[in-house]
């Protein structure tokens, strides 16, 4: 299961660095379409952006506070990029604020499976190997 979410974290973050770190075109594209289906503000955009962040980081790496971390850190560095790279793009210390508040709803939500990942981890380890004739 942690492959899966391994590859979907990957795919992921090439979905986010296109909305983050593309063009104006593509990123304004991108939101008029789920403007359509539900419209939403700035601050809720980034939130929701960021809970598939928290969700699959703390499956991938087992532990809710790292993934939540790495969450902020990646915002942070996605914001510095846009600050000193991208002048059509806005920098702003909400969207950290923000995606990390995502990012800390995705790891809360995905506690019962890190849980039951590393049970089953333990179990695997503490499992007698199994004899063959």
Known sequence: MRWIAAVLLGLYCYVIGTLTLGSNAAVGRAF???DR???MSEGQANVALFIPAG????LVL???LVAVALGVLGSS???WYQLH???WRVFDLHDVLHNGIGAAIGALLAVPFVLLLRWHRRARAQAPLARTP
């Open 37 to 39: 289906f539900y419209p």
């Open 77 to 79: 560095a996605i914001e």
């Open 32 to 34: 008029d379409v789920t």
């Open 62 to 64: 087992l532990n809710p």
């Open 55 to 58: 969700f699959l980081l703390a």
């Open 85 to 87: 790279y991208l002048p």
